[in-house]
């Protein structure tokens, strides 16, 4: 006899695991299958956030962080540090246990919410009457049926035609978190999310790292105004970045990686690297899940299409995250996941993509909410745009961080805000208080009028509300 659940959640990383806990405690019998495993061949939920994503990459960048301080800006409070080295395996290891904690968290988290979980790679068989049966190969090999399933299969990194990922000297997000010793020279392709934060790390680190992009301007999602202030802030720290790039033929060598590469002038150039991060984005993941079994509908892409509210063409199917439309990100996926939960038990789940805020967390962090000056341009609405900069802040200058600004967008006629945008210290946790503006589609001056705790950064954000209407009072 197959066990039999109300909802089935093919995959265990932030889209999985909270659609889990929610359907949970929403008082459905829930499994949830994830084949993910640790050095030691146990389960390591939390996907490629936890494993090799988000929580990783935010432990080395906090390492490479305090070392950068150390060696260049503790002088500065008259600190005098002598001998500043950094072990590499020790930082890598303290990165592993932050990856564990979080892997055994969500563990504890199943067992808390009586989530039954299966360690293993879950495959659509058919279509039955109670449901759909899905076979489990993994340690032990089951077959459970699910009245409703979730998948949240995430995606996989995109490789380079004629380069694939061999973890050695042509590294994926993956084998960008775990090298072993700085290399001397590193390249980068792509200068997204995972090139500008990768290439951080490894140049605080001592590397002489090269970014190669593709498209003409810098960081083209990002507000211009702020992506030129976090492009000074980089070129700067010496990270080297170049637009408008062609990459060609890409060999390796036991010396490292050659990649024929020609400028935006058209001239032919070689990078000569020890190893090569590819980051151009990543690719849907529906590898093994057997979509072709039940009909379960893909796009050109290898998406799962689903409408507005995560539902695929089939009875009962739904998917989130990374495998399906929109941007790949851990905390849109939990929203996601809450929703069609919520939908399952019959309620009314609600995401409202506007708000779903963006962080780069580079040294100066980039965070931003809702539209660009740009895409207000180009959707042809008046706007007013009002910015503070942190060199004005008094935190900011105790803190001896003060590069950026935050940038307000409000529309000209109600004052609704429409963009925030910042750059500089904390933006990751300044975004929120915009995020929370805009869901309660609160005005420019709403913001202006709050009593912001005084010195915070968090009164950079106030006065750039109050410079949408041209009346900052610290600057
Ligand atoms: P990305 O989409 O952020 O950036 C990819 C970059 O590569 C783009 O600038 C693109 O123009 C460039 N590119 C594409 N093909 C190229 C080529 N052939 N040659 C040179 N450049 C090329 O993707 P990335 O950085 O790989 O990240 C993958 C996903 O992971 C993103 O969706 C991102 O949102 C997510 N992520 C999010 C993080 C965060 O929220 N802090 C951290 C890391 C990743």
């Known amino acids: 006899m197959s066990k039999q659940f109300d909802v089935i959640v093919i995959g265990g990383g932030p889209g999985g695991y909270i659609a889990a806990i929610r359907a949970a405690q929403l008082g459905k019998n829930v499994a949830c299958v994830d084949e993910w495993k640790n050095a030691k061949g146990g389960p390591a939920p939390g996907g490629t956030c936890t494993n090799v994503g988000c929580i990783p990459s935010k432990a080395l960048l906090q390492s490479s962080e305090h070392f950068e301080q150390a060696n260049h800006h503790f002088a500065d409070h008259g600190i005098t540090v002598k001998g500043v080295a950094m072990d590499v395996a020790k930082m890598v290891a303290r990165k592993d246990k932050v990856v564990t904690q979080n892997n055994d968290g969500i563990l504890y988290l199943f067992k808390k919410n009586k989530v039954s979980f299966h360690h293993g790679r879950a495959s659509f068989v058919k279509a039955v009457e109670a449901g759909y049966e899905i076979k489990v190969t993994g340690a032990a090999d089951e077959t459970l049926v699910g009245q409703q399933i979730i998948v949240a299969t995430g995606s996989n990194a995109r490789a380079l035609p004629g380069a694939p990922f061999d973890e050695e000297h042509i590294l994926s997000n993956d084998g960008a978190l775990r090298m072993g010793a700085v290399p001397k020279k590193l390249g980068l392709i792509g200068s997204g999310v995972i090139g500008l934060e990768m290439g951080s790390v490894w140049r605080r680190l001592g590397a002489e790292v090269t970014i190669l992009e593709a498209l003409p301007i810098f960081l083209g999602a990002v507000d211009e105004q702020i992506a030129k202030e976090a492009r000074k802030a980089f070129d700067k720290q010496g990270l080297k970045v170049e637009l408008g790039v062609k990459v060609g033929d890409i060999k390796t060598s036991k010396k490292g990686v050659s990649v024929a590469w020609t400028n935006a002038k058209g001239e032919a150039q070689t990078l000569e690297v020890d190893k090569l991060i590819v980051s151009i984005g990543r690719v849907p993941n529906t590898i093994g899940l057997n979509a072709e079994a039940v009909g379960l509908q893909l796009d050109e892409r290898g998406a799962i299409v689903v409408d507005a509210d995560c539902k695929t063409n089939l009875p009962g199917v739904w998917a989130v995250g990374d495998v399906v439309r929109g941007p790949m990100l851990a905390h ?95 933006a990751s946790e300044l975004i929120s208080e915009a995020v929370v503006a805009m869901e309660f589609k609160a005005s420019a001056e709403d913001i202006a009028r709050i009593c912001h705790a005084h010195p915070s950064l968090s009164e950079a954000t106030k006065e750039a509300a109050l410079a949408v209407d041209k009346r900052t009072l610290n600057f």
Do not use: S
């Not at 038990?345 to 909410?369: K, L, R």
């Open 332 to 426: 849109k996926a939990e929203e996601e996941g809450v929703a069609v939960a919520e939908r399952i038990a019959g309620q009314h789940g609600h995401v409202n993509f506007n708000t779903v805020p963006w962080v780069i967390y580079t040294n100066p962090e980039i965070a931003w909410v809702g539209r660009t000056e740009q895409q207000l341009k180009a959707d042809g609405v008046a706007y007013k745009a009002g910015t503070f900069p942190f060199l004005a802040n008094g935190r900011a200058r105790a803190l001896g961080d003060t590069t950026g600004m935050v940038k307000f967008l409000a529309d000209a006629k109600t004052d609704e805000i429409l963009g925030v945008h910042i750059v500089g210290p904390m």
